[in-house]
């Protein structure tokens, strides 16, 4: 492939920019490569980021998977703080803000992939602008956490999501006082609810630990008009708070997208094809920018994680001159821990197949040990299985507890996402030896009671 | 159902029977039934006998996964030290010996599983019959090894497959000297040499193992008549033990189907279909004692493990009246440990595949950490994945390594025994976050690899 007159420009660095960049180096070596972000570091793990604050990670550099020095070494052009501001498809130039010196230029592509991401949700809440009160997106966010939590005695998470209950780890493993506030009724929204509710009943050993169910912030208080002080509740509480960290929730980040009229999804995040082209053909968009199909339902959602966002920066690449590979969709398979409490999701939950109109299904929640119960460090896992009755079709799947979780989220996500029956995954031939597993595993039992279910 | 007229006998009781046995009384509440061993013990975890040599399980009782006196409050009758000696079809009656009163008495049936198990090679070898030379099958055997060691000084492991290595483990934990004598050209012999290859280099920071690869016993020696003293080997070598298990390997004991003129398989072990009926419908058959079908070649093997003895004994007794549930097969999925490497096979090795004459294929082999790279205790692991170049399906998965490989198992055991391609494989939604596993999993780069090479 003649590849001289080509270039590619990438606009964002973090997960799907990164890891496009890295595998488009790899497969075209001549390629022309360019690299754009407003951020100051690239390619680096969010996902990682509440261990770092909770010094499972001492430095934050062990969370950069690949400098700006190892991309120019390998010829890509890395451009740290400048934004993109315009796109012009029919020129195929990119209009670029260089933040430090203040200067657009315009970059002519042949190719382009949009991986702008995410912005974090900041309600409209008075005092949101006040020190002390942060998002957790980037390193920066990071590492100005990790700072502030060395004096910070009172620490409040808005969100008991998955970024809310890390962090809420890392909080309380350096004994911050905590104390979490969630709109909703439960924590982990995306679980069933009952699933949830162990979770809860697991935090209540933590002293240091407060969970408001069904709370919301009026607005956050501060002593010196400076730094954030306490935060006040609508129904009047007051929560003293020298630290907080707002987690409900990201939206896509589309404004450049928009500046290029690319048609987006009913999602609001970026349409893209399974090659992960957008609505005009040399631009590819990927990661938290754009929105994925639910393989389960064939909907389109906004489901924006760190696997996905890997794998559709690794598809996009593959297919900047040819189809070759396709990013089939999502299942929303989702894994967290809270100290020793696991939680994996895969498929959909029960209320979330009631959202998506799928009544007729069956369901069975079963407990047992995750290795032979006689073994040392044999522990508890709670499955919750779900299946359509017509099509005994696997529609989703809960683990949880403090036994190992991963090996069975990791079997159903293959049926999952294969469309397989209860029938079909009962047969399943699975290893089997006292340190590793039971002899029959949870998952089988389960699949097979639901199969017998007619 | 009315099962007034109704018998059950089951004829063993360790892990098909004693799970029959089980299975049958919650489905039947009314049934009568009756379990004869020749053992004193019943419902044991065989292959936790290694772990509680080792002294991770102090007490033997612990593997008990039922007692007689469990059973019998459930109402089923328990007759230890029972050895069934023939049976016969046209009268259904079973004739049992009582081992302890020396008396046979004939017993109805109506319905009669056979749970024989399987008998340890012991190969015919001069001074075989010595004390202190043992083979792993029963709790007395287990009871018997772990007393010895506790003044053994070498010990001496005939056979390096899952049984001997654990052994080895338990013996080194326990600061014995220990040398492995296998016949062939490399340990864990159902695995490729080059990926068995890996644990020896990983025995080698043992200083009290020794591993003799391609030799042989010409005979045990003993310089008391009475106990094992030495090992002497074909090649002239002298080993001292004075503990000695032969673990080579076991071939099922089908003395009892033959009586009743029940048809056997091409490996020598009982036939049976999916309900895991004999060739005579109301007799059933499960366990060690029967043949399997491997769901890959849908050839007929005899791969005697834990996890298809519970299976079959539960299918067995879930189709006892009516056909309800059906053994599909297996894989051959096996797992297990040395010390801190772990390895596991899903399918065909490579020269497994070669032996059923598949050549068209195509393997991959690549080592990758098991969860993120930055969190603490992130270890390698190393997959080596076969997959059939004409139809893409995966015929064959190998892990090994310190990391956390049961996840890769089990995923890859449900595509295998369901008969799933590379592609369907790659496009799983597998669930990351830091602490559980990598934004893009090995097993999935392997898949999209072999995807790609056509």
Redesign the interface.
Same mark, same amino acid.
């Given at each position: 492939m003649n590849l001289e007159n080509e270039r590619l420009i990438i606009i964002g660095g973090t997960?799907a920019g990164a890891k496009a960049a890295a595998k488009a180096r790899s497969l075209f070596p001549e390629l022309k490569i360019s690299l754009f972000t407003k951020d100051k570091y690239i390619s680096y793990?969010g996902?990682?980021m509440p261990?770092y604050i909770k010094n499972?990670?001492e430095d934050y550099n062990?969370?950069i998977i690949r400098t700006p020095e190892d991309f120019e070494k390998k010829g890509i052009n890395v451009f740290l703080s400048h934004e993109a501001l315009d796109i012009n498809p029919s020129t195929e130039t990119v209009f670029i803000k260089n933040l430090l010196a203040n200067k657009i230029v315009e970059y002519p592509y042949t190719r382009l992939i949009i991986a702008t991401g995410a912005t974090p949700v900041i309600p409209d809440i008075e005092g949101v602008e006040l020190k002390n009160i942060h998002t957790l997106r980037t390193i920066h966010d990071a590492i100005n956490i990790k700072h502030e939590l060395k004096t910070a005695q009172n620490a409040v998470i808005i969100g008991g999501g998955?970024i809310g209950m890390e962090l809420a780890e890392a909080f309380l493993d350096n004994k911050i006082n905590t104390t979490i506030i969630e709109s909703s009724k439960q924590l982990m929204n995306n679980f069933d609810e009952e699933i949830s509710e162990q979770l809860l009943q697991y935090t209540k050993q933590f002293k240091k630990l407060k969970i408001l169910l069904n709370s919301s912030v009026k607005q956050f208080l501060s002593e010196n008009n400076s730094h954030v002080s306490a935060v006040e509740l609508t129904d009047g509480r007051l929560i003293n708070a020298d630290l907080v960290v707002i987690a409900v929730g990201i939206r896509p980040d589309v404004e450049l997208a928009k500046s290029a009229k690319l048609e987006l999804g009913s999602t609001g995040a970026i349409k893209v094809n399974e090659y992960m082209q957008t609505s005009e053909k040399n631009i590819f968009a990927a990661g938290d920018c754009v929105e994925k199909v639910n393989?389960i339902t064939q909907k389109n959602v906004y489901i924006p994680?760190?696997?996905?966002?890997?794998?559709e920066g690794?598809t996009a690449a593959m297919n900047l001159f040819e189809h070759?590979?396709?990013f089939?969709?999502?299942?929303? #398979? #989702?894994?967290?821990?809270f100290f020793k409490f696991?939680m994996?999701?895969?498929g959909l939950s029960e209320k979330e197949a009631l959202k998506n109109s799928i009544n007729n299904y069956k369901k069975i929640t079963i407990t047992d040990k995750d290795i032979?119960s006689?073994?040392?460090h044999s522990h508890k896992i709670t499955l919750k299985l779900i299946a359509s009755k017509s099509t005994n079709r696997i529609l989703g799947a809960q683990l949880i507890g403090e036994g190992?979780i991963?090996?069975?989220?990791?079997?159903l996500?293959?049926?999952i996402?294969?469309g397989?029956t209860v029938s079909?995954?009962a047969?399943?031939?699975?290893?089997?030896?006292?340190?590793?597993?039971r002899?029959?595993?949870i998952t089988?039992t389960a699949a097979?009671i639901l199969q017998?279910d007619v």
């Open positions: 997960a793990s996902c990682g261990y499972d990670i062990s969370l998955y393989m994680l760190g696997t996905s966002a890997n794998k690794k070759r590979m396709q089939k969709g999502i299942i929303g #398979a #989702a894994i967290t821990r696991n994996a999701i895969c032979s006689y073994m040392p190992n991963t090996p069975r989220a990791y079997a996500s293959v049926a996402s294969n397989m079909d995954y047969k399943t031939d699975f290893a089997y030896a006292p340190p590793f597993s002899s029959i595993d089988l097979q017998e």
